[in-house]
């Protein structure tokens, strides 16, 4: 995956824009096949995202839309089901998972997934936002997929907003083995 920083000074006077918020980072554990800590500093002035297909812009794209959009609104994958009835494949704990590939099994006469974590496991989203005037706001989402499960009702979740400054990995002792939303 390529990210290109958009860099025309000329194109907008007071292109900063103290005072409003944007999206200046995101990071994720164990998101897709993202696996471990991953750190993409987003451009204040614009950014893009390119590359191949499998190479993570979807990926990118429903961990924004997971962390800032309802569940029952929550459509993953939604540039790939454009214009089709389906529903897609892709699901939180898909993600958390970290499915890779669909198989077929000989012995069930079915497809089977491929996943990158396949016992417990935790996952996160952090969404870091700045205004130029006042200490960062982050927004996160957390999970945890208890032993071998895949069905997406055992998969736990919280979501947190904190100002100042804040990283994805603090949480790693209260989300590891299951999630402690009191010491969180």
Same mark, same amino acid.
């Given at each position: ?14 292109? =900063? @824009? ?5 999206? &200046?980072?995101?990071? *994720?554990?164990?998101? +897709? ?13 614009? @950014? ?12 990118? *794209? ?20 454009? +214009? ?6 892709? &699901?939180?704990?898909? %993600? ?8 077929? =099994? #000989?012995? !069930?006469?079915? !497809? ?5 974590? +396949? ?9 870091? %936002? ?5 200490? /960062?706001?982050?927004? !996160? $989402?957390?999970? @945890?997929?208890? +032993? &071998? $499960? &895949?069905? #997406?009702?055992? *998969? ?16 790693? /002792? @209260? ?10």
């Amino acid at each position: 995956m390529t990210m290109l920083n958009v860099r025309d000074e000329g194109a907008i006077e007071d292109a =900063d @824009h103290p005072g409003q918020w944007r999206l &200046t980072r995101i990071e *994720l554990v164990n998101w +897709g096949t993202f696996a471990g800590h991953a750190t993409v500093e987003i451009a204040r002035k614009g @950014h893009l995202f390119t590359g191949a297909s499998g190479s993570g812009k979807s990926s990118l *794209l429903d961990a924004i839309a997971a962390v800032l959009t309802p569940d029952r609104w929550l459509r993953l994958n939604a540039a790939a089901q454009e +214009g089709t009835a389906r529903q897609g494949d892709r &699901t939180l704990m898909s %993600y958390v998972r970290g499915a890779w590939s669909k198989e077929a =099994d #000989t012995n !069930a006469d079915r !497809a089977v997934t491929s996943f990158l974590r +396949g016992k417990a496991t935790w996952s996160g989203v952090l969404l870091r %936002y700045e205004n130029l005037n006042d200490s /960062p706001l982050s927004l !996160a $989402r957390v999970f @945890h997929a208890p +032993g &071998t $499960r &895949t069905d #997406t009702a055992s *998969l736990k979740d919280a979501r947190l907003v904190v100002q100042g400054e804040f990283g994805l990995m603090t949480l790693k /002792p @209260h989300v590891e083995s299951g999630i402690d939303a009191r010491k969180m």
